[in-house]
């Protein structure tokens, strides 16, 4: 991998301290891993948030990065290349820079439905296999951890999360660390007019976590890097009935410390540090400052101190001149600049992405897939908001571009979060009302308008055009 980015080999001397500082540089801290420090002065996990704005080179960083964790540094005498898991997400594909060495793990309990998404020839089918090294399968979120376990050091895994939640929700009643399970509910078993509501698919990395802390020690040096760490814990996160999602940060709030001494190491990417709840804010011990044109925190200005920093090194603006391909990383003690080379697209994929739907296994029990077979309500939905999709199993209804998220048109439960394609309207919370989930989106021009009606027992679509006629 290296040789074909053009990438040296990693030289910890080149990170030479600050005048005053202490010991050793602080990105080889980050990035070399030792049980008993020698080269570095940190021992086993790391973590570190990594802010930059769009266009700041947050992808071709996450990717060098990737590969310098799978470097096995010959200065240091154990072995320390990490087993590297990418967030695999149904929205973006960044990793495909490294699709040539990646081994793709997918839910065994979910049916996958892979497009291209192509700026030039539109949407058409994707072979996952015929793109990457390896595709392989997991029952739940602790046999994902035993065969991730079985891999070799130095191996990069993008990991799709389950729909499912298959084992999810029995790790928590396991765990001490809550006062009760956590919920993990399928969008095909929601139902909110008995306060069933479905369960985001990104809480899934919430089981993930505790299983590699938990039971997971035995897969060796281990490094998850995540893109858009605020959607998954958010500044805004509520204790909501169904979901119970600040009690899930707790979580990943208690398995903290526990991770970095398992060898498990975290390395979250947002644009803003606001967005990111303020329980994991505090427990990140290294920052990285991206190339985006925004000062750095200043010793002397506190309120510009990250939540958690009890002091800053730096005591001057050294960020907002940098340009593409060097970042700034720093914490409490010490900092310095680091440097990464490009490493770009195949040709193929500079103006596509992959999109890897998830949905409902090929077979559930009777009880979930008995219907009446006499009903004829059928949603009904405004198609300038969404598009439709359904397979045998699963039927949804997805926010067009350039909004997001999807809510099921068979119970409409809201499966990704619901971010509006249109300038100047927000989706409202979906309500339930006379036996169906209404959705409206509402602006300061038109006011509450419904998009979409969703009989929570339907089982097929309709574009219904008196639905959203005020936005047309």
């Not at 040539?100 to 949407?123: K, N, S």
């Not at 793109?131 to 991730?148: A, I, N, P, Q």
């Not at 992959?354 to 059928?378: C, F, H, I, W, Y």
Request: glycine share 8%.
């Amino acid at each position: 991998m290296r040789q074909k980015f053009g990438i040296p080999p990693f030289d910890p001397e080149e990170f030479v301290p600050e005048p005053g500082q202490v010991k050793s540089g602080v990105y080889p801290d980050l990035v070399v891993h030792e049980r008993k420090p020698d080269v570095t002065t940190t021992p086993r996990g790391t973590d570190a948030f990594i802010k930059g704005d769009r266009g700041s080179g947050k992808s071709t960083k996450a990717a060098s990065l990737a590969i310098r964790l799978m470097e096995d540094f010959p200065f240091v005498d154990e072995m320390n290349a990490n087993k590297v898991i990418w967030r695999g997400s149904p929205a973006r594909s960044e990793w495909l820079r490294l699709k040539e060495w990646a081994t793709v793990w997918l839910p065994e309990h979910a049916t996958v439905e892979a497009t291209w998404e192509d700026e030039d020839d539109g949407r058409y089918e994707a072979a996952i296999e015929d793109v990457v090294r390896d595709v392989r399968y997991y029952d739940d979120v602790l046999d994902l951890v035993d065969k991730l376990a079985e891999q070799k050091p130095g191996t990069f895994n993008v990991v799709y999360p389950d729909p499912s939640f298959s084992g999810c929700r029995e790790l928590t009643e396991e765990t001490q660390r809550v006062g009760e399970p956590l919920p993990f509910i399928p969008t095909w078993e929601a139902d909110p007019s008995e306060g069933r509501h479905a369960t985001p698919l990104t809480d899934w990395w919430f089981a993930f976590i505790l299983a590699r802390t938990e039971h997971g020690t035995h897969m060796g040096w281990t490094a998850l890097i995540f893109d858009e760490v605020g959607d998954f814990v958010p500044q805004s996160a509520r204790n909501s009935p169904g979901r119970r999602l600040w009690d899930k940060i707790d979580l990943l709030r208690s398995l903290w410390a526990e991770s970095r001494r398992a060898r498990f190491s975290q390395y979250y990417l947002g644009h803003y540090e606001e967005n990111v709840h303020e329980k994991i804010r505090r427990e990140f011990k290294w920052r990285i400052q991206m190339p985006d044109g925004s000062p750095n925190p200043l010793k002397k200005v506190r309120g510009t101190w990250p939540v958690g920093f009890d002091n800053i090194p730096m005591t001057s603006d050294l960020t907002s001149g940098l340009s593409i391909g060097t970042g700034l990383c720093y914490n409490t003690a010490k900092f310095s600049y680091f440097g990464w080379k490009d490493i770009p697209e195949a040709p193929a994929d500079e103006n596509r992405w992959l999109r890897a739907r998830l949905g409902a296994p090929a077979e559930l029990p009777a009880s979930s897939t008995d219907v009446d077979a006499d009903s004829n309500e059928k949603p009904e939905f405004d198609d300038s908001v969404f598009a439709s999709w359904q397979n045998q199993m699963d039927h949804r209804l997805y926010v067009r571009d350039p909004g997001s998220g999807w809510i099921s048109a068979k119970t409409g439960a809201v499966g990704d979060e619901l971010a509006s394609p249109i300038e100047g309207m927000a989706f409202e919370e979906p309500a339930v009302e006379d036996g169906e989930v209404v959705v409206r989106m509402a602006g300061s021009d038109v006011g509450s308008v419904v998009v979409a009606c969703i009989p929570t027992t339907s089982q097929s679509f309709n574009s219904g055009s008196d639905i959203g006629g005020e936005l047309a």
